[in-house]
């Protein structure tokens, strides 16, 4: 059966803090992995990982997908109040035919960015 | 539009009860996902569309439980003879097709009591 797993579940950190989430994975015939951060109810999209090694950043936020050993890391650097949220990392795995594109997740961290 | 619209955002209801729940995606946007999202809990799939059809309607748990997109724009997840387990946010997401980056609504939060 197709997983997604994250660690740590939660996490409280104090402003100007690094942190690394994570997140592995085992798909049949998986296609790429992304990471949404989830504030209230709708996740926004972060970024999308389709190839090994090679890392994305937007401002504080990196990540970076191993598909040899299944996993992603989600970087934040300096990290501030407005950081505090549930992230969420999500596989889309090829199905029946092909993907439908249908994403697999994971249970999310939640954190915390105390002033 | 701006961005993925749902409606209601808040839903309660009591057991028994038949709900409605809509979904508006990005203009232009083929694909629309439906997810369910429970207390502590990543979002799960439910179901897809491409167009007008139901392209996987694997994710839905039971007969209760359709949903339709009748001009591939608009789409209304139908809930039958609700139970108190069906409680959760439900999340829908559009992309430009599929494969391609899913943009989430802000959900509809469903109690049953």
């Known amino acids: 059966e197709d997983k997604v797993v994250q660690s740590p579940l939660s996490l409280v950190v104090h402003e100007g803090d690094t942190v690394t989430l994570n997140c592995s994975y085992e798909v049949t015939n998986f296609r790429s992995l992304l990471w949404y951060k989830q504030e209230k109810k709708a996740p926004t999209f972060l970024f999308m990982l389709t190839s090994s090694g090679i890392e994305k950043k937007s401002g504080r936020l990196s990540s970076i997908l191993d598909k040899k050993e299944l996993f992603s890391i989600l970087n934040i650097t300096a990290t501030q109040t407005g950081d505090s949220a549930i992230y969420l990392c999500?596989?889309?795995?090829?199905?029946?035919?092909?993907?439908?594109?249908?994403?697999?997740f994971g249970k999310g961290t939640k954190l915390s960015v105390k002033p | 539009g701006a961005g993925v619209s749902q409606t209601p955002s808040n839903k309660v209801t009591e057991k028994g009860k038949y709900v409605e729940l809509r979904c508006d995606p990005i203009s232009g946007h083929t694909a629309l996902y439906w997810y369910r999202q429970s207390l502590g809990q990543g979002p799960e799939f439910l179901i897809y569309f491409q167009g007008t059809g139901a392209a996987d309607d694997s994710g839905l748990p039971n007969d209760r439980f359709f949903a339709v997109r009748p001009e591939g724009s608009v789409s209304t997840l139908k809930i039958q003879r609700t139970e108190r387990g069906d409680s959760a946010v439900y999340l829908c997401a559009s992309a430009s097709r599929s494969q391609e980056t899913q943009y989430f609504g802000p959900g509809t939060r469903l109690l049953v009591l």
């Open positions: 999500a596989v889309e795995a090829s199905g029946y035919g092909g993907s439908q594109g249908n994403l697999i």
